[in-house]
């Protein structure tokens, strides 16, 4: 036998807990979620009941309350992601260069991202409660207030996006720091020497130089992006009028309120489904870009 064959085998005993793992948490319970989008299950009782076909599918993606919640997931990626990302990015430049107190800072806008949400997200209500709250007092005092930012349309999802864009700003900013200070000083010394100033050094050196970086946090940042429930369940409930409604919500109130388990699972497939498109769309982008550059 030769010493290839035997590290073949060798590499496949080493990686078989693994995969025995991912196969007992992950692909079963997946296979188990796709086979109940075709029932009339109950996760109440845990009756599978029978099978309905594709009348679970054809109820969520006819039924307004499910587009609606698709809608607002969509608005929550588009405005969180790049939000995100582009104050991160700045402050990431803005705290490049060493100074006294850069670690401070840079932990204080750490702080949220690893804070726990909920908490995070109760210290919220209360600031922005109107009765009592610092928010809607400070508004009252310019004769502003107040505001009911938890309870009224637009401001109930404006709230959700800024807490959300709050609490990953620091995430990004990290990702960024690393990334701005893997590129060479000489760079921004040759382009200070040809006359470019801090923004056009930073938006022709540190912009392209950390496109990869980019591509990470889009990709990873859109697929934890559709997944938001706990911002929604503590700051909002889905409303007022279900307008701060996500897909994860939706699946939430199907399954554990309504108990349609039949639906909720199609509409978790459906959000997968989703997630996995988006992603090989993004990654297509990245790739013709890189292409592109190296051209």
């Given at each position: 036998m030769s010493s290839r064959s035997v590290e073949g085998r060798a590499g496949y005993v080493l990686i078989a807990p693994t995969s025995v793992l991912l196969a007992l948490f992950y692909l079963y319970p997946l296979a188990q979620t796709v086979y109940f989008s075709f029932t009339n299950w109950?996760?109440?009782?845990?009756?599978?009941?029978?099978?309905?076909?594709?009348?679970?599918?054809?109820?969520?993606?006819?039924?307004?309350?499910?587009?609606?919640?698709?809608?607002n997931t969509g608005l929550y990626v588009i405005v969180v992601v790049p939000g995100s990302m582009a104050l991160g990015l700045a402050l990431a430049a803005m705290l490049a260069r060493p100074f006294r107190g850069r670690m401070l800072y840079r932990a204080l806008i750490f702080a949220p991202y690893i804070a726990p949400i909920v908490g995070s997200a109760?210290?919220?209500?209360?600031?922005?409660?109107?009765?009592?709250?610092?928010?809607?007092?400070?508004l009252q005092a310019f004769g502003l207030g107040p505001v009911g930012f938890l309870n009224s349309q637009p401001w109930a999802m404006v709230t959700v996006l800024v807490f959300s864009v709050w609490q990953l700003t620091g995430y990004t900013m990290i990702i960024?720091?690393?990334?701005?200070?893997?590129?060479?000083?000489?760079?921004?010394?040759?382009?200070?020497l040809d006359g470019a100033g801090p923004v056009r050094r930073f938006l022709r050196i540190s912009v392209p130089l950390v496109a990869p970086t980019t591509g990470f946090l889009a990709v990873?940042?859109?697929?934890?992006?559709?997944?938001?429930?706990?911002?929604v369940y503590v700051l909002t409930q889905?409303?007022?009028?279900?307008?701060?409604?996500?897909?994860?919500?939706?699946?939430?109130?199907?399954?554990?309120?309504?108990?349609?388990?039949g639906s909720a699972s199609a509409g978790a497939v459906m959000l997968l489904l989703i997630g996995i498109l988006l992603s090989v769309i993004q990654i297509r982008i990245m790739g013709r870009r890189d292409v592109a550059e190296l051209a």
């Open positions: 109950n996760p109440a009782t845990g009756a599978v009941g029978r099978t309905v076909g594709l009348r679970n599918y054809q109820h969520i993606l006819t039924s307004p309350d499910f587009l609606h919640a698709v809608a109760l210290v919220f209500s209360y600031l922005l409660s109107p009765l009592g709250g610092l928010v809607n007092d400070v960024y720091s690393a990334a701005l200070s893997g590129i060479p000083p000489s760079y921004y010394e040759a382009a200070a990873t940042g859109v697929v934890s992006s559709l997944q938001v429930f706990t911002q889905g409303g007022p009028l279900q307008s701060t409604q996500t897909i994860l919500y939706w699946i939430y109130q199907q399954g554990f309120v309504l108990f349609d388990g």
